[in-house]
């Protein structure tokens, strides 16, 4: 029960930088998860999906606390949400069976280039030009697979590939992220599903669990990263927004570097 304190503060930080940048709690949530579950020593092989698999149960509470405010401003494309969920799904199943099938130092270094690159992408401010319009059912189809799965992989609720693919779309920058926030949902509820089937057969997992979800992490980083997130959002119209996103990167990049030693070294 110590711990607790330590999952509550962890949720706020997440749940407040969510809502400051609109960006998913995973890139954050994974590597402090990782660290705190090794200082539990819990089993090392096990950490790293445990990391992956209660950031993702995390993101699902997260991601219903922010469609509903993005759906109340009328900021969510459910056409493009409809289109694209099949392929989620799928993408997740896939994402499942390849977390099941990599090694825990393979998933670190995976998510550690990925964290690599969110942060390169707000260093550099690269941002896609509105170049053709949305793709028919397969296009979409395809999106969704390769968005799913590689959501999955790394715990991120999707936004990070979405919004660029909406915006170069032609879809407002507003309703992209909105969309994206919907689109958040199933790729979080599938990639927990799939952290709890691959999880579920696995022995000497710390008590209680769900599969690869750690239960009492799970419930008060969800609980502080709902109530916080609307703060940041708050706090967003307030602060030097893009300092703020600069700063924010370079401690991506430092997390994912500390990842990289604690998994590898």
């Not at 330590?6 to 940048?21: P, R, S, T, V």
């Not at 799965?149 to 909105?178: D, E, K, M, Q, Y």
Request: glycine share 12%; with cysteine.
């Amino acid at each position: 029960m110590e711990w607790y304190p330590a999952y509550l503060l962890l949720g706020a930080l997440a749940g407040f930088l969510g809502g400051l940048f609109g960006i998913g709690g995973g890139t954050i949530l994974v590597p402090l998860l990782l660290w705190m579950f090794d200082a539990q020593h819990f089993p090392a092989e096990y950490t790293m999906h445990m990391a992956l698999g209660t950031s993702m149960a995390v993101i699902a509470f997260t991601a219903m606390a922010s469609m509903r405010k993005h759906h109340q401003h009328g900021a969510v494309n459910w056409a493009v949400v409809r289109s694209i969920t099949p392929g989620i799904l799928s993408g997740t199943v896939l994402g499942a069976i390849s977390a099941a099938i990599i090694p825990g130092q393979g998933l670190g270094l995976l998510f550690a280039f990925f964290v690599y690159f969110a942060a390169l992408q707000i260093l550099l401010g690269l941002r896609p030009k509105a170049a053709r319009q949305l793709p028919a059912w397969k296009g979409m189809s395809l999106m969704g697979v390769f968005t799913g799965w590689l959501s999955s992989l790394v715990s991120i609720g999707g936004g990070t590939l979405v919004i660029p693919f909406l915006v170069w779309c032609n879809v407002p920058l507003r309703h992209a992220i909105g969309t994206s926030s919907a689109i958040g949902l199933p790729v979080a509820l599938g990639g927990s599903l799939g952290y709890i089937l691959i999880g579920s057969h696995v022995g000497e997992m710390p008590e209680p669990h769900l599969g690869y979800i750690y239960l009492p992490a799970m419930l008060w980083v969800a609980l502080a990263s709902v109530s916080f997130a609307s703060l940041g959002a708050k706090a967003a119209h307030r602060l030097p927004l893009e300092v703020l996103r600069k700063a924010f990167a370079v401690l991506l990049l430092l997390l994912a570097t500390k990842m990289l030693f604690n998994v590898w070294l």
